[in-house]
């Protein structure tokens, strides 16, 4: 794999998630399995660590965890439909041809384009394929995120878009040969009240014996999901939530995800983890965007189920294991021998227990003025990060969501945290990413605690992650 030296004093930078080596990233695009390598395309400005006019950037893995960057696969053409950028799209198998489809971007103007490749994913030639919305509709907010499907020999694609004043929409075509294309109906349409003016990068796929649609709301930015039945080319949603629960004032840190399915049929899918600081930082750290970790969706029991993809286990150092033990509202210490920015901590902590709050707080400052508390709260997961840093710059709150436990569920934490970037899984259900930039060096103690009672720790492993370049 590359050695990637970029920005090696910056200890905010991410050693264990995927990142292109300078400048701006956002969506993951053209998710695909190809000969046995993950491919993975984004977002990508080269210019600079800001939005701006995007490209397609390209990495590929052997095993989810390490990647290997490749030459950027798609730049705007000038006096092309996609002069002004190159937009989020996804990647099918055409007969034997690596294609991607995706958004162009013309003077505001959204359109459908597709690129080929005959050299192995490399050089791509391009052709431009829906120029226009259907005119049926009025005016809509967006034309853009194209996800591709074949059902016999039918290919079918979504588009995201808003149907003016009414919601977010996803626009349902088909077509014999993946270039000419008939507008058939919207799959679904929201109310822009309860999720959104406009939807982007829709996502449809079947899972166990349902269909789900993942769509990403705006303006506020918020990654949710339906869960329903599919036939006649009809979907019914039966139940729905957020992707994620780390909602911050400007949306959510988890947004825009896409999802393939790969060899070993399972569902992976990652989602752009935006930065938690202004603009000025990003500028300032010459790199702003980090992908999620791959995560595998599964239903159990008509519910969504999301977990961090096991091999990422490769990344585990040694192991230190803590547990059976009480933890007691005078609790005050960091755990012995457990120090890093980059850990994996999984958590079980008994059913039942009497305190108020409870969790495990980490990049914890020896005095305590910086930490990042995981906690339960009567029914409520969270994580606050109200005293992540004393950096001013830095957005704090608290994020999370009620998730009720049955009464005699312990609560299992999965926690990643790799410097800036934490990713909270619990009890395989629910998700929390966040942005944390401790200011302080010496931010790296990990403790456990309960407040007004106590709770009970079944066991906690720790392991410090390895750098994945
Ligand atoms: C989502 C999004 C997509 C669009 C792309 C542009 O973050 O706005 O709808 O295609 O980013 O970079």
Known sequence: MSARPNFPEDPHRPRCHFLPPANWMNDPNGLIQWEGQYHLFYQYNPAEPVWGTMHWGHAVSDDLVHWRDLPIALAPTPGSLDEAGCWSGCAVDHEGIPTLIYTGLKQNRESVCLASST??????????????????????????????????????????????????????????????????????????????????????????????????????????????????????????????????????????????????????????????????????????????????????????????????????????????????????????????????????????????????????????????????????????????????????GVLGDRMPLEEDEPLELHILLDRSVLEVFANGRACITARIYPSREDSLGVRLFARGGSASLETMDVWPMKSIW
């Open 119 to 396: 050299d192995g994913l490399i050089t791509w030639v391009k052709k431009e394929i829906v120029a226009a919305p259907p005119d049926d509709l009025g005016p809509l907010l967006g034309f853009r995120d194209p996800y591709v499907w074949r059902e016999d020999s039918t290919w079918y694609m979504l588009i995201g878009t808003g149907v003016q004043n009414v919601g977010g929409a996803v626009l349902l075509y088909r077509s014999a040969d993946l270039v000419h294309w008939e507008y058939m109906h919207p799959l679904l349409t929201g109310k822009a009240a309860e999720s959104g003016a406009m939807w982007e990068c829709p996502q449809f796929f079947r899972l166990g014996d349902k269909h789900v649609l993942v769509v990403s709301a705006i303006v506020h930015a918020y990654a949710m999901y339906f869960v329903g039945t599919y036939e006649e080319h009809t979907f019914t949603p039966e139940s729905q939530g957020l992707l994620d629960l780390g909602l911050f004032s400007d949306g959510a840190y988890f947004f825009a995800p896409a999802t393939m399915r790969d060899d070993q049929g399972r569902r992976l899918m990652w989602g752009w983890v935006r930065e938690g600081r202004g603009e000025a930082n990003q500028k300032a750290a010459g790199w702003a965007g980090v992908q999620s970790v791959p995560r595998v969706l599964s239903l159990q029991a008509g519910e969504l189920t999301i977990k961090p993809a096991p091999e990422l286990a490769a990344l585990r150092g040694d192991r230190r294991q803590f547990g059976p033990m009480e933890i007691a509202p005078t609790e005050t210490g960091l755990l012995e021998g457990v120090q890093g920015d980059c850990l994996e901590i999984r958590a079980t902590f008994a059913p039942g227990a009497d305190a108020e709050r409870f969790g495990i707080e980490v990049r914890c400052s020896p005095s305590g003025e910086e930490h990042t508390a995981i906690f339960y709260e009567r029914g409520y997961l969270g994580v606050d990060c109200d005293y992540a840093s004393l950096d001013d710059a830095v957005y704090q």
